[in-house]
């Protein structure tokens, strides 16, 4: 049967283009067992990369992007999967090296998926998506390493962004103080509103570190930046505390010296949602239904279609989208 994508090409100069294509089921992966109808997508960085042709990570044309969906499984050659079920697909380089969730029909293997969490939607399960599950990561690994709210404040880099936002309400959910850092002071109120204590503004913290150790300010911290702005972090970090590193939007370098982690016992925890093993992902997602306030997820989100995700793609590079977008097929 037919099915409405958004596909990519590249042409031979180079240049990257977008359009709405209908396909039928021959195109589709023909290495996956599930296919599933998809009823929601969502937008993240990666996404704005794949849509554009930047960072490499589409590695062959035409390509349907979509890191994320979710919906009900139309067919199944795996016994874990029925006609009519319900799941999510966040990760394992799907919408990046293997067709995503840009369409309304997707193919993949059955491990990649997660039956949809009782209690949430298809779409409160993409207003989470790859960015609120990676925030939820970003929480436990911290709590894990001993964070607690008696402990200070947690700051919270790009908070605007989709990671930050999320883990700003689940960060205040849970008690704990927030300093949201921003470069846009008309997101105040917005942070604000999920539940920030305090608004650092990005200036403060964009300069490299001119010495190894600054004063202790920070309990925890959910980095979205790198870069620069890491570096100074872990300058600045109490005695013991931990710094999850979940993306890289000011740059992939670290102009670091371990001068943090020697004097100061201070921990830096790498999370990666791609390829999070089965279990963990449950988890996760069980950590999402209780410690999300999804009144504040549904303020931070907004919809859009396919053919509103070229122009979305751009904008998100940039830094100019707020909180999360979900895409409806």
């Known amino acids: 049967m037919a099915f409405k994508a958004l596909v990519v ?31 929601y997508s969502t937008l993240n960085y990666k996404d704005g990369l794949c849509l554009t042709g930047g960072g490499g990570l589409v590695r062959a044309y035409p390509h349907v992007p979509g890191i994320d969906f979710a919906g009900t499984v139309e067919a199944s050659d795996d016994a874990r999967y029925r006609p009519g079920d319900k799941v999510v697909l966040t990760g394992w380089r799907v919408g990046e090296v293997w067709w995503g969730g840009y369409a309304e029909k997707a193919r993949v ?49 790009g908070a605007a962004g989709g990671v930050g ?44 570190p001119t010495r190894p150790l600054d004063k202790e300010l920070w309990a925890g911290a959910i ?65 999402i239904l209780v410690d999300l306030p999804f009144d504040k997820l549904d303020a931070l989100t907004s919809e859009a279609r396919l053919e509103d995700l070229p122009a979305l793609g751009k904008a998100i590079l940039k830094g100019e989208v707020r909180g999360r977008v979900i895409v409806r097929l």
């Open 9 to 39: 090409n590249k042409a031979a100069d180079g240049a990257v283009t977008q359009a709405i294509e209908t396909l039928d089921d021959a195109r589709l992966p023909a290495e996956g067992n599930v296919t599933v109808r998809v009823e």
């Open 109 to 157: 293997k059955a491990d990649w998926l997660v039956p949809l969490p009782a209690g949430l939607t298809t779409r409160q399960a993409m207003a989470v998506g790859t960015a609120g599950f990676t925030a939820m990561l970003a929480v436990m690994a911290l709590e894990a390493h001993g964070l607690e709210p008696a402990d200070g404040e947690v700051l919270v880099t």
């Open 165 to 208: 936002s999320v883990a700003t309400a689940i960060l205040a959910r849970r008690g704990y103080q927030i300093a949201a850092v921003t470069g846009r002071p008309e997101q105040e109120d917005f942070l604000k509103s999920l539940g920030a204590t305090r608004i650092v503004p990005r200036a403060e913290l964009a300069e490299a």
């Open 223 to 287: 980095d979205n930046v790198g870069g620069t702005m890491l570096a100074r972090v872990l300058t600045q970090m109490k005695y013991g505390a931990s710094v999850a590193a979940v993306g890289l939007a000011g740059g992939n370098s670290l102009p670091a010296t371990v001068i943090p982690f020697l004097l100061r016992g201070v921990n830096l925890l790498g999370i990666d949602s791609v390829m999070k093993p089965y279990p963990a992902r449950l988890g996760a997602w069980q950590r």
